[in-house]
């Protein structure tokens, strides 16, 4: 964490570890955005993820990064467990973190993109507080593998190939990765009711594995009645932020914050 406008500090949500970030010099009660990091299910953590340090200055609002269980030493559901623990001791202790819980958005990148969706699911059907937002940036939606998209890609050059999201979701779920059987808080494309959740702001790339089905989820978000803004970003493969001078990534990082920032302070 290296701008001096961010400070952070290192908690623990009902035993799920978290990070917090809060902008220097912001009065509140600010917004909240939950966090989730990406990694393919398998890697990453809350700690080497630098993404929340931009959104907490640029909103202004105050993050939490979830450090999440990984598979497949934990597999599902402990990831979408460790999320809503998160997610719950987020609005439980907004006082305390001087955050506005009627503005407390949910995102992440990647697997954490898919996660964000997943929790957001289990949120609403459990009845939760409504969520302000929810930022998913080309999410891991779907197991199943039957897009054009989620085999076209196998080149290791373009970052996330099919051969690794299949090995992911596999090390995920097991045996029952791809059957009739998965939950959609494993796999949120499977969910058939999107009635209800949060104002959506979903991105993803031309040339990667999750374009199909991020495009599918979008549309049916918005046929359910959520307001939706869908960025297809041409030319980019998976991960192409990791570039980040690239003029692609500029826009998208710019777009991205200011669909949050809109979210946030309604403006």
Excluded: K
């Excluded at 001087?98 to 954490?112: L, T, W």
């Excluded at 991960?239 to 500029?250: D, K, Q, V």
Aim: glycine fraction near 10%; charged fraction near 20%; proline fraction near 8%.
């Amino acid at each position: 964490m290296s701008d001096p406008r961010v400070t952070h500090s290192d908690s623990l949500a009902r035993s799920v570890p978290v990070r917090v970030f809060r902008p220097v010099g912001v009065s509140g009660p600010l917004p909240g955005l939950l966090w989730i990091h990406g990694g393919g299910l398998l890697v990453g953590s809350a700690r080497s993820d630098a993404a929340p340090v931009g959104y907490t200055a640029a909103a202004p609002c105050v993050t939490v990064s979830v450090d999440y269980r990984l598979a497949p030493e934990d597999p599902y559901p402990a990831q979408v467990d460790d999320c809503y623990a998160a997610l719950s001791w987020f609005f439980d202790n907004a006082a305390a973190l001087g955050v506005d819980p009627a503005r407390i958005a949910i995102g992440g990148g990647s697997a954490g993109g898919g996660l964000a969706a997943a929790t957001a699911l289990r949120w609403r059907d459990a009845g939760g507080p409504s969520l302000a937002f929810q930022m998913l940036v080309a999410p891991m939606l779907d197991d199943r593998g039957r897009t054009a998209s989620s085999s076209a890609f196998d080149d290791p050059r373009l970052g996330w190939t099919a051969s690794s999201n299949r090995y992911a979701w596999r090390a995920l779920l097991g045996d029952a990765a791809g059957g009739p059987d998965v939950s959609e808080y494993a796999a949120p494309a499977r969910a058939t009711d999107l009635a209800g959740l949060p104002p959506t702001y979903l991105c993803v790339g031309e040339l990667e594995v999750f374009r199909d089905e991020c495009v599918d989820y979008a549309a049916r978000l918005m046929r359910a009645g959520v307001p939706t803004e869908l960025h297809v970003f041409p030319g980019a493969f998976h991960g192409w932020e990791f570039f980040p001078s690239a003029a692609i990534s500029l826009r998208s990082v710019e777009e991205r914050t200011s669909s949050l920032r809109r979210a946030l302070y309604r403006s």
